[in-house]
């Protein structure tokens, strides 16, 4: 049953987002390993897209935010407003509160309101004037970011990034994707038309099941060695933090579950080992764009050797 509601998940974002198998199996590892994600790429290759199919198709509450220059960490949180009738504050909730958050162009708002959510991604919690709000269990951000290179946008701080589980690029489609796109149904009538194929106890059952997931000792040294290894390169001014090892982890046992298996193995380290490395480096150079961190990450795994298989189970 848990497989089954996996592909019929996996097929229905494939039938809008073409072409994109891997970075929607990474996101729906995301999602069952109770992380976030952030799409960083060119305007108009589907981020979006793929967001919005994924909200449609889990059942729960989905609310997109558009980041501006001028939007405020009110308008993200919310804001308590008097009742004048009963002369006490009221707190009436901001589109934080939801299942499913889309973060359009988080990098065009500014600092000060990109660490509205911090707390948010890290604890499921929001705080306000004194008072703890909790958000729901399975509250989960898909966040877009355009290139730091474009105009009016902000580079998000390294305490942001830690929160994501993953960074990744959709990039442009294979030809003959692109020629089916331009000749099928349009996109946003394909979307309107999906109905959710998971429930929230669905995804909270997925969820402890992915848990159960075993990663053998030497694996678990294998990913300790990933994540050293980062702090010990010459080219890497900030490596991995023991969150990060923890984070890659997790990712590997949503991963091992969507490929059927309940035990890690080294291949689906190093299969989620770049989106969860590449945006949680510091480059000593100052490089920021993704694919140079990218580039670190998969030379630096060439240096580690594998367990054997007779030590991975």
């Known amino acids: 049953m848990e497989n089954q509601a996996i592909e019929r998940l996996l097929t229905q974002i494939q039938q809008v987002v073409v072409g994109k198998s891997e970075i929607i199996k990474l996101t729906v590892t995301a999602l069952l390993a109770g992380g976030h994600v952030l799409f960083e790429d060119v305007p108009g290759v589907g981020k979006t897209t793929l967001a919005r199919a994924l909200a449609r198709s889990v059942a729960g509450d989905f609310n997109r935010i558009q980041f501006t220059p001028d939007l405020l960490p009110n308008d993200i949180l919310g804001v308590a407003i008097l009742n004048q009738q009963t ?19 988080i990098n065009r708002a500014t600092p000060r309101t990109q660490s509205a959510l911090l707390q948010a991604m890290a604890e499921r919690q929001v705080t306000l004037d004194g008072q703890t709000y909790d958000l729901p269990a ?81 694996v678990t040294q294998y990913a300790l060695a990933l994540v050293q290894a980062t702090r010990q390169q010459a080219e890497i001014r900030l490596g991995i933090s023991p969150r990060g090892g923890l984070a890659l982890l997790q990712a590997s046992r949503a991963y091992a579950f969507l490929n059927q298996r309940n035990y890690v193995l080294p291949d689906d380290i190093q299969a989620i080992l770049v989106p969860t490395f590449s945006h949680r480096l ?8 993704l694919s140079a961190k990218q580039q670190v990450v998969t030379e630096l795994m060439q240096t580690i050797p594998v367990p054997t298989k007779g030590t991975s189970r």
């Open 87 to 105: 002369t006490q504050f009221e707190f009436h909730p901001g589109p934080i509160f939801t299942t499913m958050l889309l973060a359009d162009e």
């Open 138 to 218: 399975n509250f989960f951000v898909l966040a877009t970011e355009n290139p730091s290179e474009y105009a009016g946008t902000y580079p998000l701080p390294e305490a942001q990034l830690d929160r994501f589980l993953f960074s990744l690029q959709v990039g442009y489609p294979a030809t003959n994707d692109e020629l089916a796109l331009y000749s099928g149904d349009d996109r946003q009538v394909q979307l309107r038309q999906l109905q959710a194929v998971l429930s929230e106890s669905d995804l909270t059952q997925l969820k402890q099941a992915v848990a159960q997931v075993t990663i053998a000792p030497a």
């Open 282 to 289: 510091v480059l000593a150079n100052g490089a920021q764009s």
